[in-house]
């Protein structure tokens, strides 16, 4: 777990209840980024419009993150060794998306 240290980040707003980044003023852009603790699981995307290509086996990694200064919540899923995957939904799109995949999933019969 990545150490959270509130007192390092002089002049930003509080982190959220999830955030586990270790701000530290004057940094990275990126770390203008409050994030949360990492789940991981394994995706298998594919182009089935094109059939030359086999199903392909990401590893992906969720994160809650927001950006410091706002209150907006963001759900991101990446993928970790290439650009195979990546969106970055609003928790209500989430749940919209996770309902229409649980309806196409019972159709499917999966
Ligand atoms: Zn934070």
């Given at each position: 777990?990545?150490e959270?240290?509130?007192?390092?980040?002089?002049?930003?707003?509080?982190?959220?209840?999830?955030?586990?980044?270790?701000?530290?003023?004057?940094s990275?852009?990126?770390?203008?980024?409050?994030?949360?603790?990492?789940r991981?699981?394994v995706?298998?995307?594919?182009?089935p419009?094109?059939?030359?290509?086999?199903p392909?086996?990401?590893?992906?990694?969720?994160?809650?993150?927001?950006?410091?200064g706002?209150?907006?919540?963001?759900?991101?899923?990446?993928?970790?060794?290439?650009?195979?995957?990546?969106?970055?939904?609003?928790?209500?799109?989430?749940?919209?998306?996770?309902?229409?995949?649980?309806?196409?999933?019972?159709?499917?019969?999966?």
């Amino acid at each position: 777990m990545v150490e959270h240290r509130r007192d390092t980040f002089p002049g930003r707003d509080a982190c959220p209840s999830w955030c586990v980044r270790r701000h530290v003023a004057h940094s990275h852009p990126e770390d203008l980024l409050h994030q949360s603790s990492p789940r991981y699981t394994v995706l298998v995307t594919g182009r089935p419009w094109r059939p030359e290509t086999l199903p392909d086996a990401s590893s992906v990694v969720g994160r809650i993150v927001g950006r410091t200064g706002s209150a907006d919540v963001w759900l991101e899923v990446t993928s970790e060794e290439n650009d195979a995957v990546r969106i970055c939904v609003t928790p209500a799109s989430a749940r919209e998306l996770v309902t229409v995949l649980e309806s196409l999933i019972a159709q499917a019969g999966s």
